[in-house]
Structure formats: C-alpha cells, structure tokens
C-alpha cells in the first residue's frame, strides 16, 4: 500500500524549571549500548541527568534532552570495532512557537556540550507523546550513504559535496513510546560550522532538519485471544515526499511474513489523521502472536517501528469440593483444575492455612500433576492434586489451590475448609477400658 502523506501534528510541552547545566557530564565513554532524543522554541526546557530544566524569556521555546552520540571506531590492528560513546545535547522546536526560523548562535542556552539543533522546517520527532520528558532517552548515530546523494524532496543536488545524515531513536525508559527519525545536515552548513574543541571531530554546534519521523506508543501490546487488538504506529513526512508503509510479522525461527493490509483480518487504519499507520487485527488468533513490523519509506531512506504482540489468556480455576467434613483416617482426593490458560508457564502450588494470623501457610509435600492438554484454540489445561489423609490437627484448616499466572495481576485462590471429627468406634472402645483399680488402705487400732 504506497500512501501520500504531509506534515505532523505537534505536542504541546508547559513544564518550566530552573536549569544548572551544572549537572551534565562531558565524557567519552566505550562501552557497547547507548540511547537517545528530544526537541528547539518564549523559554528554554532542558532535562539534565538529575531531571533539572529551565526558562529563559524572550526566546522561542526549545526543549532540551541529554543524548549520546554513538559512532563506530575500528580498533588498530584488529579488525574488530569498538562503539565510542560522547555525551552531547538535542534541541528540538516546541509545539505552538510558530514561524520557520533559524534559531541564532546568542538565543541558545549556554553549556560545554556539542549541540544537535534540529531546526525549521522539520517534521515534529515528538509526535503525539505525552510521556515525561524525564523518562525519556535519546541517542544519534551517523547514517552512512555509501557516497551516494539521497534525492529527498526540496533539496538540492550538489555536484561537490554531500548532505551528512544521522538518525535518532528516543524512547521512553519504561518501554512506553519509541520514536526515529533521520536528520540531515545541509553541504553548505558543514562547511560553516565550527569544530570547536570537541572530541572525535563533533562540531560545538551542528544545525539538522528532521525530515522523516516514525514512532509508536506502544512498543508491547497485551491481548486475549478472539479480541480486537490495534499496533500503533504513525509518521511524519514532509508533504512532498511519497511514503509507502508496509507491515511484517517476525516469529523466532521463521521467515518474516507481510500482512495483507486489507481482505482479510488484519487492515490498516484510514490514513487520517495525518500519518496515522496503525495496524487493526480483529478476532486474535495464536499464530497472530510475535513482533510486527512497521516499516515507512521515503526516498530511500526507510524506518522501522517494532512493536510485540503476546497473547495471554487468564486460567479458569476450580477445586473438586468447597468443603470437607471427614471422619480421623478417613482419606480424600483434593484437586485443583487449571484450564484453558495461555502461555503455558505457570506456577500452581497447594498450601496448608494456618489458623492463627501472622503465620505463613505450609506447603502441601506429594502433590500430583496431570499430563497438560491442548485445546484446539491452543491454550493449555492440567489438574494437581494430593490425596488427604484426615487426622483431628486438621480439624478447622483450610487448603488453598495458589495459582500464578502472567495473564493475572493478582494470584487466584480457591480455598477448600476440612473439618475432622473422631472415630465413634474409637469414642465406645475408650468407654469400655477398665477404670483405675481402687486404692486399698488399712487402718489398725492400738
């Protein structure tokens, strides 16, 4: 499906705080991870590494994140790679300032940080988020062209020279939004910028365009089965540029799968609002669960989004009696039926209640598992169970089936009360035995 596509909503960020670029570290660091991303436009919000931010008035407002800049060095007389790490810092115009400008070197925030400035006209990398900025990473990495000039809309080919492109990932710590975007760098403002005194050949200031973005606001995505179910997924493009999307399907062990976005199940969303991508499947299935793929082309330059689907389905849980009132010796099977779960790990125990509080319960020692079945819309079902034994300490106990689950939030109980009473046989026959013998004494007069 080849869908054309223009410009990107903005999101509104109010949160004003006092900065101390105090708090940020310039260091280059070599290590094999790293992440990313953030906003420039009236004040200035900046997040340092202690969640510190500032304003400043009278300038458009900018929103500032920590980010890594992350790059490949090969290692001397090896041909393996190291990644090289160097602290620096994004900024990113703010939804609602208005106006196409180029942000002038004196209306910056000061700081010994090298500066990605993302500047006007650019599409919205922060599309729709509405997470703390806190809470978001960011790292940029360069984007190698092979020495090939990428014909993007608007911009002009050179015949000496390149642009320089980079991409940038943000995304939330907790796994909540992931966004990508790529930059480009202008010929004409490399050749103008200066080096500095900079690690690695970064420019104290290096001023990009983000002209593709594609994001999600939910990387994993919980479902059960037979259920509606929606991957979010959305774009941002300049509006001259054709941008096809496509979706696949990853399973461990298999080839990818393209999904048919229409005729069947799964379909696309209507492409309104703007850059809206997202995937509608209906009535899921089993073989519906993996990670999707969302991928956005434009003009050779292509983004992915990932996005996790798992299908949990919660168990149903019974015991075989609610209650037990036995005779001492008498024996009784307690069972405890565990069906139609999904996945199948799961964890199901018997435990002894104590009848006094603050004490924790016993857990039941010889407990049987049945040999698990499939059902044919896959999930999973077995039994435990422990043959009781009455004796009169379990007189007023309770036996609790436990069972824990990924599906549920909270452990499912199902609890069964034994009362015991003595043998009657046992009562007559202590009855019938003989008393004490009669103490004899003797008395003698004088």
Not at 82 to 100: C, D, S
Not at 260 to 266: E, L
Request: charged content about 20%; glycine content about 6%; overall charge positive.
């Amino acid at each position: 499906m080849r869908v054309e596509m223009g410009g990107s909503e903005d999101s509104g960020i109010t949160s004003v705080w006092p900065w101390q670029p105090a708090g940020w570290r310039s260091a280059v660091q070599v290590r094999s991870g790293g992440s990313c991303g953030a906003v420039p436009q009236l004040a200035v919000i900046t997040r340092t590494p202690n969640s510190i931010a500032s304003a400043y008035p009278g300038l458009r407002r900018i929103l500032q994140l920590p980010c890594m800049f992350e790059m490949k060095k090969n290692i001397p007389l090896s041909s393996k790679t190291e990644t090289v790490l160097l602290n620096i810092r994004l900024l990113l115009p703010v939804a609602g300032a208005g106006g196409a400008q180029r942000l002038q070197t004196e209306s910056l925030p000061a700081g010994n940080l090298p500066s990605f400035i993302v500047q006007e006209p650019s599409v919205n990398i922060l599309q729709h988020t509405d997470e703390d900025i806190n809470m978001l990473d960011c790292r940029i990495s360069p984007y190698f062209t092979a020495n090939t000039q990428i014909l993007w809309p608007g911009r002009k080919v050179k015949a000496h020279g390149l642009d320089t492109w980079f991409t940038c990932t943000i995304e939330h710590a907790a796994g909540k939004y992931t966004a990508t975007a790529f930059l480009v760098q202008g010929h004409e403002d490399r050749e103008h910028q200066t080096p500095g005194q900079l690690h690695q050949g970064i420019a104290e200031q290096t001023r990009v365009s983000a002209v593709l973005a594609a994001r999600t606001r939910l990387p994993r995505v919980r479902t059960a089965l037979g259920k509606d179910v929606v991957l979010d997924c959305a774009f941002a493009a300049d509006p001259r540029a054709a941008v096809a999307v496509r979706w696949a399907l990853r399973k461990k062990g298999r080839h990818e799968r393209y999904i048919a976005t229409s005729g069947g199940r799964a379909e696309m969303f209507p492409q309104e609002p703007r850059g809206n991508a997202s995937l509608l499947i209906r009535r899921v299935e089993l073989s519906d669960e993996g990670t999707y793929i969302c991928t956005v082309e434009a003009a050779a330059l292509v983004l992915e989004q990932a996005i996790q689907l798992q299908i949990t389905e919660k168990p149903t849980v019974t015991v075989n009696v609610n209650s037990l009132s036995l005779v001492e010796g008498e024996q009784q099977k307690l069972v405890c039926d565990v069906r139609n779960y999904y996945p199948a790990d799961i964890h199901v125990q018997w435990l002894r209640e104590p009848q006094s509080a603050g004490q924790l319960p016993d857990t039941v020692p010889n407990v049987l598992t049945s040999s698990h079945l499939r059902s044919s819309n896959g999930t999973y079902s077995f039994s435990r169970f422990f043959l009781l034994t009455a004796t009169l300490r379990d007189n007023g106990h309770t036996y609790t089936c436990r069972v824990e689950h990924s599906s549920l939030q909270a452990p499912i109980r199902r609890s069964i009360t034994v009362a015991v009473r003595e043998q009657t046989n046992k009562k007559q026959n202590n009855k019938n035995q003989p008393g004490p013998r009669p103490h004899l004494s003797q008395s003698f007069s004088f």
